[in-house]
């Protein structure tokens, strides 16, 4: 019967088409990744023109040279506490990406659920987090606690909000199909639904990434010893404006990371995707 089908498939013309190789993947990252970094580069060079003309005052905004020099006179300060934030980070993105998750399936499993979830959640949402970071530390203390907290405040809402809409994005005769088929629920939702919220999902998880790193940063202004908040808290407060930069750099460096890691494994995910066939097919144009 195997045999058959293929039999079949030669005559009627249709072949399997292949996804892309290593060396095609490889070509369509580097052309798009050409451009954000021409566009860095130029940005690099407007800085440092901007500053060496003495156009703007050193303690206003320091030349690239010296934001580097105080990364490199303070190496273990500043990896120290970088690594204290993409702790933070990553633990409060994994927390926010699982509870998320959750919330999502069992919001779009009841819709009882959902409407009473749903407002609490974008009454939470709008909610400065800046201003209720004190009340973690009251309560949770100086340690890792509160930025975690608001780490994951942060993060949550990007991912509920995409992972709900994927759950819904299915078409109803593939739902209708499968019911028919005999398929138990659990099966719909892992053959079917998963894999088709996947999209929305790793979209949400992108921008859970940046907000993330924000949260932890924010949840170590209120109140830290360490961490690249500290970092820029500190160095606002003694006007070390290259120390200041240099924590801003550091904590952008951190975020676009986060997001590259985030994408990449889409890539891997989610080979199938129209994005992903688009990608392969304008690299090999």
Not at 58 to 71: N, Q
Not at 88 to 95: K, M, R, S, V
Request: proline letters at 6%; glycine letters at 10%.
């Amino acid at each position: 019967m195997v045999l058959q089908n293929e039999a079949g498939a030669r005559a009627s013309g249709v072949t399997e088409r292949r996804g892309p190789s290593a060396g095609a993947r490889l070509a369509g990252f580097a052309e798009r990744a050409w451009r954000p970094f021409a566009l860095l580069l130029v940005l690099l060079v407007a800085w440092w023109g901007v500053t060496a003309a003495g156009l703007i005052e050193p303690y206003l905004v320091p030349s690239p040279g010296d934001t580097l020099g105080a990364i490199t006179a303070k190496p273990e300060y500043f990896w120290e506490n970088t690594w204290t934030t993409a702790y933070e980070t990553l633990l409060g993105f994994a927390i926010a990406a699982a509870i998320g998750v959750f919330a999502a399936v069992v919001m779009v499993s009841s819709a009882t659920v959902e409407k009473t979830l749903y407002p609490l959640l974008l009454f939470a949402q709008v909610i400065p987090k800046i201003a209720i970071a004190p009340l973690f530390v009251v309560w949770l203390g100086f340690g890792l606690g509160p930025k975690i907290v608001v780490a994951v405040l942060m993060a949550f809402f990007p991912v509920v909000i995409s992972m709900v809409t994927g759950l819904k994005a299915i078409d109803p005769e593939m739902l209708e199909l499968s019911a028919t088929m005999g398929a138990k629920p659990g099966q719909t939702f892992w053959k079917i639904r998963f894999p088709a919220s996947l999209p929305h999902l790793f979209a949400g998880l992108k921008v859970a990434a940046t907000m993330a790193v924000t949260g932890a940063v924010v949840g170590e202004f209120v109140g830290a010893d360490q961490g690249l908040g500290y970092v820029i808290l500190q160095a606002n407060g003694n006007l070390d404006t290259p120390v200041l930069f240099a924590g801003l750099l550091i904590m952008s460096l951190l975020g676009v990371l986060l997001f590259v890691l985030v994408e990449w494994a889409e890539h891997l995910v989610l080979p199938w995707h129209a994005s992903r066939r688009t990608d392969s097919v304008t690299t090999t144009l």
